[in-house]
């Protein structure tokens, strides 16, 4: 979408001014910034908060102005569709309504209302349509909500992010989005992610402290952070300057969302279009020309053309396509899944990789604390107690293992041993360390530094190791045992953390990663998280949809190789974070063929996996809920989350999982292949449909000596049709076809239509035949001998009997061309389908016999009329299937 230089103008305005207001923010004392928020360091009252959310409104970014109802309505009226049948209108006003006045005849309206009443039909149902399926898209979308904490009445609450206003005090931890502008009140190793504003992949670290000079970009200023980004580690407290379109992000979103790529379903329509588009822009203009030169009448010819190229249009196309993607994602959310963008339904289904994550996918996500041991595999609750005080002191996102920590430490009654200890600092875990610290102080005095994290690297910090009451230094035999101890741990299934701690720190008004070294080791935690019992059927059911599942986790192989064992994924094979790191990309493209097992990766490095597949050809989809799976997310053909998932992932994720459970995702796959299947479906019959009636028209144009079929009727053919095609979207599709991948590929498309096309021409052209040397001399006599009168009415029983073959094997069609098993018998229509065909059908062979039959042109056709017409769909039906098995035969696939 490219902007307008006013528009340009007024978003580099917003732009400035936001910039301007939020350095001011960012360089002011504390008190005067509270003074000017109306608000404390103990957040807004509720009742202050309410005030605010009426004044400023939701904390929502509007990319562009919200279309009202009256404008979606012009929308659906103003198409190139209708705009054609606009200029016929005119056209038609010319010539049968001003031309005859001026000569002094009388003036014929029909065409005109005919064709103002079909703008009228075709508008309605395209609006009608466009409607239900937008308010079930919304409705989808209502029902997930990110949260954050914040002050109000003094007491912190959990609030859905569209309700914070400017004054309000949220509290931060890893994982969470900022919701607005914000200036930090407090912080511990914050680490923010700004690549939304700035493009820069490194996280920054941001400080409570006033910048001194603020001469920096507005993004380095350290003490501010803004909405678009979000939070990787560490935590703060700070307090919301602007929200919604008032925040720096809202000001550019206009330019942001102009700047979205397409995504594969986007690109593959516009593939079709341009297709089918680029052969109306070249057969128009011929067929005008041949019948303008053959006829020597320009006006019927042009009417005709233009008629024509109406016929040609894929006016439906975005109609079917927005109802299709409805509707899957409304069968979508019957089975707990929230679809955020409609068109990664379709990217769902042409989807052949899944990677996942390990945890809370393929195991149960209960979490339980099976062992705390010291480095010779001993029981030791010495180990639970130092575990426990690491898990309950940290402020940051507690995750499962924590809160596993904790509810076995209370079991254990620990309860009363929190009150001997106070927390001073700690260092927040993140994805490089794969640990976390606090430091706590006793009630002597004493401060301890205590570490929890990831076996290798904890052991690669401490320096010492606690056995049997003595402190020994960790090298030789104590840490080959400590080494066996935590892989037999592992290999049993158990995902094993290690514990440190060290005495007597030294006391400093912050501790940093540098103060973890020469640690004491004083043991290992041990816990289990077993296999789902559906996990196994999942994956055997998504490898027989033709998806490859690949577990791409930051567990230690050990666990990670049991678990896929137990679940039916190839663990023979296991490549490590530091296997991927040591690989170029030409080396981990070929290791990545033959494995679907990483453990111990990193975000970068899942990312970089799924870049990996997608490189060599693959769709990929990515499974997460965790801060560490955001970058994986972002990169996937499609996202997957889980609404208990941390804000980041589901704010990049398209869908998001009510329910922790693959079965729901073969079943996505399959309402995927089923939405492209019926899409696929409209796009190869029109594009067939509209090949064959090129040859049908061009040779009309060459040979009769009158215009076939008269413009209006064309136009009502045109519309019948594609109102038949409505229902489209709730066809049943093939087993068979939902069984394998499927992708865009305009080739097959092509090949389709030039091999189905002439198929249909033959019939219109044995029509032709049998109505100008048959039926017509039969009833009103031969062309050669009549007067201008019996040459009307010859013409009009023609182009009656075409109009009815034409409504006839194209509407029959849809059943012949939506499977390539045989219609009625093999595989059936949906009820909807062949209601409206067979009423589609019905009406439009019926209105040859109505009253106003002959306003268009249209007269009663003889009895022997529907002899010929039965015999030619019979053997139109017989060719049809004969050339869909040739064809299936010689291409390998139908649809």
């Known amino acids: 979408m490219k902007l307008s230089k006013k528009e340009t103008r007024m978003i580099e305005e917003r732009k400035f001014a936001a910039e301007v207001e939020l350095r001011r923010?960012?360089?002011?004392?504390?008190?005067?910034?509270?003074?000017?928020?109306?608000?404390?360091?103990?957040?807004?009252?509720a009742e202050a908060a309410e005030e605010k959310l009426d004044d400023v409104g939701p904390n929502v970014i509007v990319a562009e102005r919200q279309i009202g109802t009256f404008g979606r309505l012009l929308r659906s009226v103003v198409t190139p569709f209708n705009l054609v049948l606009?200029?016929?209108?005119?056209?038609?006003?010319?010539?049968?309504?001003?031309?005859?006045?001026?000569?002094?005849?009388?003036?014929?309206?029909?065409?005109?209302?005919i064709i103002f009443v079909m703008i009228l039909v075709s508008s309605l149902v395209a609006f009608v349509q466009a409607e239900r399926s937008n308010a079930a898209a919304e409705k989808l979308t209502d029902m997930i909500s990110n949260k954050a904490d914040i002050y109000r009445d003094g007491a912190i609450v959990e609030l859905p992010i569209d309700e914070i206003v400017p004054g309000d005090v949220v509290k931060l931890s890893a994982g969470d989005m900022i919701p607005g502008d914000v200036r930090f009140l407090a912080a511990k190793d914050a680490f923010i992610a700004q690549a939304a504003l700035t493009g820069e992949s490194a996280p920054v670290e941001k400080f409570a402290a006033v910048s001194e000079w603020g001469n920096e970009a507005?993004?380095?200023?350290?003490?501010?952070?803004?909405?678009?980004?979000?939070?990787?580690?560490?935590?703060a407290e700070a307090v919301v300057l602007a929200t919604g379109n008032d925040t720096y992000f809202g000001s550019m979103a206009k330019t942001i969302s102009g700047d979205r790529a397409k995504n594969s379903f986007e690109r593959g329509v516009d593939s079709v279009s341009r297709l089918l588009l680029g052969f109306m822009a070249i057969m128009v203009p011929i067929i005008f020309a041949v019948n303008g030169i053959a006829k020597n009448d320009w006006w019927d010819s042009l009417l005709f053309a233009v008629a024509v190229a109406v016929g040609l249009t894929p006016e439906m196309l975005p109609v079917i396509m927005t109802s299709t993607l409805a509707k899957g994602a409304v069968v979508m959310s019957r089975h707990k899944v929230i679809v955020k963008n409609l068109s990664a339904i379709?990217?769902?289904?042409?989807?052949?990789?899944?990677?996942?994550?390990?945890?809370?996918?393929?195991?149960?996500?209960?979490?339980?604390?099976?062992?705390?041991i010291d480095v010779h595999g001993n029981d030791d609750a010495r180990i639970l107690r130092h575990a426990y005080f690491n898990s309950y002191f940290q402020t940051g996102l507690k995750n499962l293992l924590d809160l596993a920590i904790i509810n076995r430490a209370k079991e254990n009654g620990m309860e009363d041993l929190l009150g001997k200890y106070n927390r001073e600092d700690e260092?927040?875990?993140?994805?490089?360390?794969?640990?976390?610290?606090?430091?706590?102080?006793?009630?002597?005095?004493?401060r301890q530094l205590i570490t929890k994290g990831a076996a290798e690297e904890m052991m690669a910090i401490c320096k010492y190791v606690e056995y049997g009451g003595q402190i020994l230094p960790l090298e030789g035999e104590l840490l080959a045992e400590a080494r066996r101890v935590c892989d037999e741990n592992n290999r049993e299934g158990l995902r094993v953390l290690a514990v440190a701690q060290k005495n007597n720190v030294a006391g400093v008004d912050v501790f940093s990663v540098a103060d973890e070294s020469e640690m004491v080791l004083i043991g290992f935690v041990g816990f289990l998280d077993p296999?789902?019992?559906?996990?196994?059927?999942?994956?055997?059911?998504?490898?027989?949809?033709?998806?490859?599942?690949?577990?791409?986790?930051?567990?230690?192989?050990?666990?990670?190789?049991?678990?896929?064992k137990k679940v039916d994924i190839a663990a023979e094979r296991c490549l490590t974070g530091k296997d991927v790191e040591a690989m170029d990309d030409e080396a981990l493209a070929e290791a990545a063929r033959g494995?679907?097992?990483?453990?111990?990766?990193?975000?970068?490095?899942?990312?970089?996996?799924?870049?990996?597949?997608?490189?060599?050809?693959?769709?990929?989809?990515?499974?997460?809920?965790?801060?560490?799976?955001?970058?994986?997310?972002?990169?996937?053909?499609?996202?997957?989350?889980?609404?208990?998932?941390?804000?980041?992932?589901?704010?990049?994720?398209?869908?998001?999982?009510?329910?922790?459970?693959?079965?729901?995702?073969?079943?996505?796959?399959?309402?995927?292949?089923?939405?492209?299947?019926?899409?696929?479906?409209?796009?190869?019959?029109?594009?067939?449909?509209?090949?064959?009636?090129?040859?049908?028209?061009?040779?009309?144009?060459?040979?009769?000596?009158?215009?076939?079929m008269l413009s209006v009727q064309l136009i009502l053919l045109n519309l019948i049709y594609d109102l038949s095609c409505v229902s489209l979207p709730w066809d049943n599709v093939d087993r068979?076809?939902?069984?394998?991948?499927?992708?865009?590929?305009?080739?097959?498309?092509?090949?389709?239509?030039?091999?189905?096309?002439?198929?249909?021409?033959?019939?219109?052209?044995?029509?032709?035949?049998?109505?100008?040397?048959?039926?017509?001399?039969?009833?009103?006599?031969?062309?050669?001998?009549?007067?201008?009168?019996?040459?009307?009415?010859?013409?009009?029983?023609?182009?009656?009997?075409?109009?009815?073959?034409?409504?006839?094997?194209?509407?029959?069609?849809?059943?012949?061309?939506?499977?390539?098993?045989?219609?009625?018998?093999?595989?059936?229509?949906?009820?909807?389908?062949?209601?409206?065909?067979?009423?589609?059908?019905?009406?439009?062979?019926?209105?040859?016999?109505?009253?106003?039959?002959?306003?268009?042109?249209?007269?009663?056709?003889?009895?022997?009329?529907?002899?010929?017409?039965?015999?030619?769909?019979?053997?139109?039906?017989?060719?049809?299937t004969l050339v869909k098995r040739f064809y299936v035969r010689k291409v390998g696939e139908w649809l």
């Open 346 to 372: 379709q990217t769902f289904g042409e989807m052949d990789i899944l990677c996942t994550d390990k945890t809370g996918t393929l195991t149960e996500d209960k979490i339980v604390l099976e062992r705390y």
């Open 595 to 708: 494995c679907d097992l990483f453990a111990k990766l990193s975000p970068s490095q899942k990312q970089r996996l799924v870049e990996t597949f997608q490189k060599a050809g693959h769709t990929v989809g990515y499974m997460g809920d965790g801060i560490n799976d955001a970058p994986a997310l972002r990169q996937a053909d499609v996202g997957i989350s889980v609404d208990s998932g941390v804000d980041i992932a589901k704010e990049t994720a398209d869908l998001i999982l009510l329910e922790k459970d693959l079965m729901v995702l073969e079943r996505g796959v399959e309402q995927g292949r089923k939405t492209f299947g019926n899409i696929i479906k409209y796009i190869k019959m029109t594009a067939s449909s509209n090949f064959g009636n090129m040859f049908s028209v061009l040779a009309a144009s060459a040979f009769l000596p009158f215009i076939p």
């Open 736 to 880: 068979e076809y939902i069984a394998s991948p499927r992708k865009w590929d305009a080739g097959s498309i092509r090949k389709f239509m030039l091999w189905v096309g002439p198929t249909s021409s033959v019939f219109d052209i044995t029509t032709y035949l049998m109505m100008f040397f048959v039926i017509c001399p039969l009833f009103v006599g031969r062309w050669a001998g009549l007067d201008s009168a019996g040459r009307e009415s010859f013409m009009a029983l023609f182009q009656t009997g075409w109009f009815v073959e034409s409504m006839w094997t194209q509407t029959l069609v849809i059943h012949l061309l939506r499977t390539p098993k045989l219609p009625f018998i093999q595989s059936r229509a949906s009820g909807s389908v062949t209601i409206l065909t067979a009423l589609g059908i019905a009406v439009l062979t019926l209105i040859p016999f109505l009253p106003f039959a002959g306003m268009l042109g249209l007269a009663p056709l003889p009895p022997v009329y529907f002899l010929m017409l039965g015999a030619t769909l019979v053997a139109y039906m017989a060719m049809v």
């Open 86 to 113: 606009a200029l016929i209108i005119v056209i038609s006003f010319v010539t049968d309504v001003l031309l005859p006045r001026a000569q002094g005849g009388a003036a014929d309206y029909s065409t005109c209302i």
């Open 25 to 45: 923010f960012a360089l002011c004392k504390e008190e005067e910034l509270f003074a000017q928020l109306e608000s404390g360091r103990r957040g807004l009252s």
């Open 427 to 446: 260092i927040p875990f993140d994805f490089t360390r794969r640990r976390m610290s606090v430091v706590l102080v006793d009630t002597t005095g004493k």
């Open 218 to 235: 507005l993004t380095d200023l350290s003490n501010l952070g803004f909405m678009g980004t979000n939070v990787v580690s560490g935590t």
């Open 531 to 564: 296999p789902k019992e559906s996990a196994k059927v999942a994956i055997a059911a998504l490898k027989a949809h033709g998806v490859r599942t690949v577990v791409l986790t930051g567990d230690s192989e050990g666990v990670a190789v049991k678990v896929c």
